[in-house]
């Protein structure tokens, strides 16, 4: 889908929507896949290694898994270990993905059809390989939800903390005029600095994934909720108030 003429009338348009933790429960699979994936790559689970990279990648849930194991296997053959392990970790939280151990937070399914029957586009984003990505819209009988999904590959290969993809999102759709009528939504600190950085007017924290409220709010959440499934009235609520203002002084 692209177009240059905005498809909505509402001052919010766009909502981009992340997956795991924030429209999608998973109820700590990254963790078990990474485990997996660094056992294969010689990391003794209960090691103090082990124990080191998983704080890690606690740390930086929302980023790029490539970006991660980058990190974590930097050095002489770093590029190979980091490819290698993360092909391990798709490939183990595929199997568990198959295996039925995910499924959708309470509400989002509900959250994102009223998003779309208020004629707002939602694009919903991951920082997983696409292999993955599909395999969860699959899982879930997603494929046909929203319009448009996005991986890291699919915004020139930068995940989050950049703000790539919810600008690909914008660029891609045409479903606003203007970055500051978008919503974002997740559950991480990277994906409010992903928010912050696009310059979306709403950028907003969820609290049934990674993060708790203070680092979501430290990291650029304009609002915190309880989950997406509030996603829809904070926006009505927010057009109520005459938001995005500069947006709308501007016109």
Aim: proline content about 4%.
């Amino acid at each position: 889908m692209n177009s240059t003429t905005p498809t909505t009338d509402h001052p919010f348009g766009l909502v981009v929507l992340d997956m795991a933790g924030t429209t999608v429960a998973d109820g700590g699979l990254v963790e078990q896949a990474f485990s997996a994936a660094a056992q294969r790559l010689g990391v003794r689970p209960g090691s103090d290694e082990h124990a080191r990279q998983l704080a890690y990648v606690r740390a930086t849930m929302g980023e790029s898994k490539i970006s991660v194991f980058r990190h974590l296997f930097a050095g002489e053959g770093g590029e190979d270990k980091a490819q290698r392990a993360n092909t391990a970790f798709e490939e183990a939280y595929g199997e568990l993905v198959d295996g039925g151990r995910i499924a959708p937070i309470p509400g989002a399914r509900e959250a994102v059809e009223r998003l779309a029957a208020e004629g707002r586009t939602v694009v919903l984003t991951t920082g997983f390989a696409r292999t993955t990505q599909d395999a969860i819209l699959a899982a879930l009988g997603w494929q046909d939800l929203v319009p448009l999904t996005l991986c890291p590959a699919d915004a020139g290969g930068r995940g989050r903390p950049y703000p790539d993809m919810v600008l690909a999102a914008f660029l891609r759709t045409g479903a606003v005029d203007d970055v500051r009528r978008t919503v974002v939504a997740g559950d991480t600190s990277y994906d409010m600095l992903s928010g912050a950085r696009s310059g979306a007017g709403i950028v907003a924290g969820v609290l049934t994934g990674a993060h708790d409220k203070d680092r979501l709010t430290r990291h650029g959440a304009t609002h915190v909720l309880g989950s997406v499934a509030e996603l829809p009235d904070l926006i009505a609520r927010a057009e109520a108030a005459g938001l995005p203002a500069a947006a709308r002084d501007e016109a």
